[in-house]
């Protein structure tokens, strides 16, 4: 009691990441990519982390390492040494120390052997150090069914559905309460016997509805745990997948179990990564562990057989649960923007709005395309969606929409001004770090229209399946700079002010115009004989951004590496911020 | 195969029919094999002395593989007990009822589980975690995964 967990959607929803890799994934282009003049060979990049993508049957091959480690120490067979191992949360220093201790001890604990001698009648079964005994269920069950079970000592827990384990008196099982003549029955070590209908339904049930992988006997307070043979049985046929399942619940605990080890987060997805750089906490405070398992889309659905941009590669980060690549911000900092983001979430909502007020006539204008650049169509006043400026001034020295200029300690002297002070600097990066997230899925909604439109000319026109998939490597680039941009706005809210700040948001600055410049581009018209000219321009701005975003990318992770970045607020891992810059 | 949770709640009520329930518990309804209940008062000395509580037990296809959903009625001016493992809406913290389920458990073994859970009650006291638990607490408890502690039947 006392404590409970309803489900709780989590706090942070990714569904609109993606990104793309510098290799090209589904084909070998040597002229295309020589457009892009991308270097797909260079080494390591300070923001990039090593690690390798495993898929199942990898980690089985490692699982089966450790077992045959344990069956060569121990001398027991595989499918103890297996059960041994689980208990044990694959800790094999400690499996090796406790066996050595008591052997009897771990296999009890283990469910490999019952506890002896074994009680008949155990009482209710009640959490440690609960020592209160009731009555008997077992005995009210025995009561409730017309016969009791019998059964000859069978030999071992393999799964061996068989008569001969009845002895003269008709076996009815205790939980179907079937009888018939021709019943087959199993049971484990314990011979506690039941129905084989009963053992697969219970088994499946553990394993589809409750996702374990330690199945116990079904004979109320029995600890023993069904060796995978006994599984696989009771599942053999019709249950075959539930045993793929099954095998793929062994293999999700292994990798929980290993901190090197993290399991991709993307649904249906089986691949597990290994980044042993980023197993340790306090490793979280240089670098973000951006990786990826490799697949993309959801395994299986017709979108991943595609080349469709929906198909995203699987990007999640190995330090923390984000299901999305947060770089360039580590960790802890992209943590706390989201815990502060879900606790303001009625604050901010309006910002999501697709609509806005011409600042100039007021008609209202609908955001429909990725681009911030909005032309009112009524009074053509030209505008920032962002910051509702006069979109004349973007790109100029001068002005500067990513930046929010602080006011001076004069103007917040009471709470109250202070406090609508906070919540404006909040909304400034709230507002912004939600544009380039809401920017970002409705370039992927242009673009989905604009694809079949390119696939069309493709056919009519004299143009190459290459020369018209331009627009798509574009649209990629320009996704993965604006998730860069978005996690930017969650580093600039919490970064002290100074020099370093001011860099950190040129880079930003200069990146966050480079981009926009390629969304506009995006969304010109698609004419045949217009294509070469837009090409070259699509194609040159798509290399540039892509620099845009290394500078960013880079310069922020030699900023980890070098201990440059000060926080305005207590951040876990890093050092007390100084008093003056706490806001 | 006929559903199995039909069968096995026909042979549980047949038995109760017949052999009637245990001393302190009667059964109230069991109209179908969706939904019993029952009601409870505990023997003898107890913090409970004179109070009749309702039971209501759900059932669905997967009975009794998994546990049936189990609660005190706190409607038509029904009460829950006032116990520790009790909230104020009806539902019970108890393993049994969760992961120490097993399928050779009956609806009459439950009830006898509950009634000796109120009748070991030292203090008549709600959870700590009540007002929290009840404004957010799921209409079926089966939905909520409660962490329990030592004393949890
Ligand atoms: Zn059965
Ligand atoms: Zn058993
Ligand atoms: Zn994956
Ligand atoms: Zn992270
Ligand atoms: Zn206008
Ligand atoms: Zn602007």
């Known amino acids: ?583 | 195969m006929a559903s199995i949770s039909a069968r096995r709640l026909a042979k549980e009520l047949h038995e109760i029919q017949t052999e009637g329930c245990p001393v302190g518990i009667n059964l109230l309804q069991a109209d179908d094999f969706a939904a019993w209940q029952f009601t409870i008062e505990v023997m003898g000395e107890s913090l409970y002395q004179g109070e009749v509580f309702t039971l209501l037990f759900r059932f669905d296809k997967h009975y009794p593989i998994s546990s049936p959903a189990v609660q005190f009625v706190v409607t038509d001016g029904k009460t829950s007990p006032v116990h520790p493992h009790v909230y104020s809406n009806g539902h019970i913290c108890a393993s049994i009822l969760g992961n120490e389920w097993s399928p050779v458990l009956s609806v009459i073994a439950v009830c006898l589980t509950l009634q000796s859970m109120l009748a070991s009650c030292k203090k008549k006291e709600r959870p700590p975690d009540n007002d929290r638990y009840v404004r957010h607490a799921p209409d079926n408890p089966k939905k909520t995964q409660f962490h329990y502690d030592g004393n949890s039947p």
């Open chain 1, 1 to 583: 009691m006392s404590d409970y967990s309803l489900s709780d959607d989590d706090y942070y929803n990714d569904e609109d990441m993606f990104d793309i890799t510098q290799d090209d994934d589904d084909m070998n282009m040597d002229d295309y990519t020589e457009d892009f003049k991308v270097d797909t060979n260079s080494k390591r990049k300070s923001y990039e982390i090593e690690y390798e993508s495993l898929n199942q049957p990898a980690v089985e091959k490692l699982m089966q390492q450790d077992v045959a480690y344990i069956i060569g120490i121990l001398g027991v067979d595989s499918s103890i040494a297996a059960r041994l191992l689980r208990h044990s949360s694959w800790n094999k220093e400690r499996l090796i120390e406790k066996y050595m201790d008591n052997p009897n001890t771990i296999l009890v604990a283990a469910g490999v052997t019952a506890p002896e001698p074994p009680s008949v009648t155990s009482p209710i079964r009640t959490h440690i150090g609960d020592r209160r005994t009731t009555r008997s269920a077992s005995k009210i069950i025995s009561t409730l069914s017309s016969s009791s079970k019998t059964s000859s000592k069978a030999s071992s827990s393999s799964y061996q559905p068989a008569q001969t384990r009845l002895k003269a008196e008709r076996f009815v099982c205790p939980i179907c309460y079937d009888d018939s003549s021709d019943l087959q029955t199993a049971s484990l070590d314990c011979d506690h016997l039941f129905c084989t209908g009963c053992w697969t339904t219970y088994i499946t049930s553990k394993i589809r509805d409750e996702a374990e992988h330690c199945i116990r006997c079904m004979a109320e307070g029995c600890c023993l745990v069904a060796p995978d043979t006994f599984i696989q049985s009771a599942l053999a046929g019709e249950g075959e997948p539930t045993w793929a399942r099954f095998q793929e619940l062994l293999v999700r605990h292994f990798v929980s179990c290993n901190p090197n080890l993290k399991y991709c987060p993307h649904p249906g997805c089986t691949n597990t990564v290994s980044c042993p750089a980023a197993a340790s906490k306090s490793s979280l405070t240089t670098v973000v562990p951006a990786v990826s398992c490799g697949a993309r889309g959801i395994p299986g659905s017709p979108e991943a057989l595609t080349s469709a941009v929906a198909a995203k590669e699987h990007y999640f980060c190995f330090g923390c649960p984000i299901d999305s690549d947060h770089r360039p911000v580590v960790c802890s900092v992209a943590k706390m923007w989201l815990k502060k983001c879900a606790d303001d979430s009625e604050t901010a909502n309006w910002i999501k709005s697709n609509t806005k007020e011409c600042p100039k006539c007021q008609s209202t204008i609908e955001k429909n395309g990725g681009c911030n650049h909005m032309t009112c169509k009524k009074c053509k006043h030209e505008f920032c969606w962002v910051c509702m400026g006069p979109w004349s001034e973007h790109g100029t020295s001068w002005y500067s929409c990513n930046r929010y200029e602080e006011k001076s300690g004069t103007d917040a002297r009471d709470a109250q001004s202070k406090s609508r002070a906070s919540l404006e600097r909040y909304l400034h990066y709230y507002n912004r770090w939600a544009n380039h997230e809401q920017s970002a899925k409705l370039s992927l909604d242009l673009y989905a229209k604009t694809e079949k439109k390119m696939e069309d000319m493709q056919i009519t026109s004299s143009l190459t399946w290459i020369e018209v998939q331009f627009m798509k490597k574009a649209v990629e680039e320009a996704d993965k700079c604006r998730m860069t941009l978005k996690w930017t706005y969650a580093m600039a809210y919490y970064l002290a002010r100074g020099n370093e700040k001011e860099l950190f948001e040129d880079n930003q600055r200069d990146l966050e115009q480079a981009v926009e410049e390629l969304a506009e581009l995006l969304e010109q018209p698609i004419e045949a004989d217009a294509i070469p000219t837009l090409r070259q321009k699509v194609t040159d701005k798509t290399v540039y951004v892509h620099k845009r975003n290394e500078i960013v990318l880079e310069d922020t992770a030699n900023g980890f590496l070098e201990g440059r970045w000060k926080w305005n607020a207590r951040v876990e891992g890093f050092d007390e911020p100084d008093q003056a810059d706490l806001v």
